[in-house]
């Protein structure tokens, strides 16, 4: 009997885990694997409300409800479609030889490859500002997401105590994370009256970025749009203001000093020191160079996806964005390739599409975003959130599921709105 072909997909994030589930639905014949070394699925939008719910004093079955609306069991979702051909293993990978097609985990395993789907993300960087690594918590995981819901949460309970003067959160970079945190924070605390303290004048939250405006990446409308929101919500916000370093309680900027009892980074990211060591052609920010096929250069068998990928669309010199819908857009170009070199056909080229329809709220059930060329504020934005957020799980998950696991986290994390 022939041996049937199997495809290793690195990575069970955005890009790896919507190309495992296309392939195993699309061929039942090839044998695939899924590694990551954790065990759940992490929906990063939702990362903002787990780190701003239940902030007085959380029980802990909140805590765990928090925890299980933001991840999906990898295991649990295989077995939801029923797939016989997608194994998954739980394993930190440790290189991958492409000469020999090899990846090597941890535990010293090795496992061969005849296709390899390399999606393993990013990590965080700050940028070599003295101190930020030190004092600052990142919002990339959702160990991080935890911390800080933990670390604000003392911070309320301090403030109800009755401490005296005025706590200080400040939130480093006004993109969509930092952006959220910081309206979803103030939306609560304007909200929040407890032993007759009003929180949100004990608590000054501050979102800083050295962008002249926030959301950046964004059109200028909608940006704008967020700017008046913020600020009538009543977050201190202060643009076209770079970190200089941080020392423990203080921030010291280009204009001035800022102090802090939470330091909050939503910075930015780099590759992983794994995707890295790939013997590949890197670009200038050391993410592997993909093709438009989404081949990596120079290895017709290796695919990169995602964050970790150098996606160059044709006729230009900017890389794509790295989101979300960019990593599961090329993973859908990446398995129909796969599919064409294990069964005969044409390859496909990524062509990323204009305008994907994008959403960020600010703030309670308030939103600002576009779809195609129109632009929305309001609670229409936020819906159009919501939306986005359902046609991401019923990309994972079957439609019953899919519609179950969404309505459940959207109903537990809008409890502080
Ligand atoms: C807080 C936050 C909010 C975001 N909000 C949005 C949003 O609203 N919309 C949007 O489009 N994008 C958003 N993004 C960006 C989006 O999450 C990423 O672009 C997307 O996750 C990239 O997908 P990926 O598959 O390349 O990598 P990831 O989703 O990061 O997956 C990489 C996977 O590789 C695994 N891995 C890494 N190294 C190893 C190793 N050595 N061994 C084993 N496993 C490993 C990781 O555990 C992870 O599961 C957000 C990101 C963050 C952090």
């Not at 899924?34 to 939702?46: A, F, G, R």
């Not at 990013?122 to 911390?147: R, S």
């Not at 609560?188 to 929180?199: C, L, Y």
């Not at 409308?221 to 600020?231: D, E, G, M, W």
Request: proline share 4%; hydrophobic share 45%.
């Amino acid at each position: 009997m022939k041996k049937a072909k199997r495809i290793v997909i690195l990575g069970a994030g955005f890009g790896g885990l919507v190309s495992a589930i296309l392939l195993a639905k699309k061929n039942h014949e090839l044998e695939i694997v899924l590694i990551d070394k954790n065990s759940e699925h992490l929906y990063t939008p939702w990362l903002y409300d787990v780190a701003t719910s239940f902030l007085v004093k959380p029980k802990n079955k909140e805590i765990a409800l928090l925890k299980k609306v933001s991840a999906v069991s990898i295991k649990e979702l295989i077995k939801m479609h029923g797939f016989k051909n997608l194994r998954f293993r739980q394993a930190e990978i440790q290189g991958v030889d492409v000469k020999t097609k090899h990846v090597l985990l941890k535990s010293g395993m090795t496992l061969a490859y005849d296709f390899l789907v390399v999606a393993l993300g990013a990590k965080t960087t700050y940028y070599g500002i003295p101190g930020m690594e030190k004092f600052a918590l990142p919002m990339k995981t959702l160990e991080d997401g935890m911390q800080v819901q933990e670390r604000i949460g003392e911070l309320v309970k301090e403030v109800i105590a009755g401490e005296s003067g005025v706590k200080n959160i400040v939130i480093v970079g006004a993109g969509p994370t930092g952006t959220e945190t910081a309206a979803e924070l103030v939306n609560f605390f304007q909200a929040s009256n407890r032993n007759g303290v009003k929180i949100s004048e004990k608590i000054r939250v501050s979102l800083v970025d050295s962008a002249p405006r926030v959301l950046n990446f964004l059109d200028p409308y909608i940006s704008q749009v967020a700017t008046n929101r913020l600020k009538k919500l009543g977050v201190d916000l202060r643009t076209e203001t770079a970190i200089l370093k941080v020392q423990d309680k203080t921030v010291f900027t280009t204009n001035e000093e800022i102090p802090y009892d939470v330091l909050i980074w939503a910075g930015g990211i780099v590759p992983s020191e794994i995707s890295k060591s790939i013997k590949l052609k890197k670009d200038n920010k050391g993410r592997i160079i993909s093709r438009q096929t989404t081949q990596a250069e120079g290895a017709d068998d290796v695919f990169v996806i995602g964050d970790c990928a150098g996606f160059y669309p044709a006729g230009n010199v900017q890389a794509l964005p790295q989101t979300g819908w960019a990593a599961v857009d090329a993973g859908k170009v990446a398995v129909q390739n796969i599919l064409s070199l294990t069964k005969g056909g044409e390859l496909i080229s990524y062509f990323p599409p204009r305008k994907h329809p994008v959403a960020v709220t600010v703030g309670g059930q308030f939103g600002v975003g576009s779809a195609s060329h129109f632009k929305f504020s309001g609670y229409f934005a936020f819906v159009l959130r919501r939306l986005i957020d359902l046609r991401y799980f019923l990309t994972i998950m079957p439609a019953l599921q899919a519609i179950k696991f969404w309505s459940k986290g959207t109903r537990t994390l809008m409890k502080n709105d």
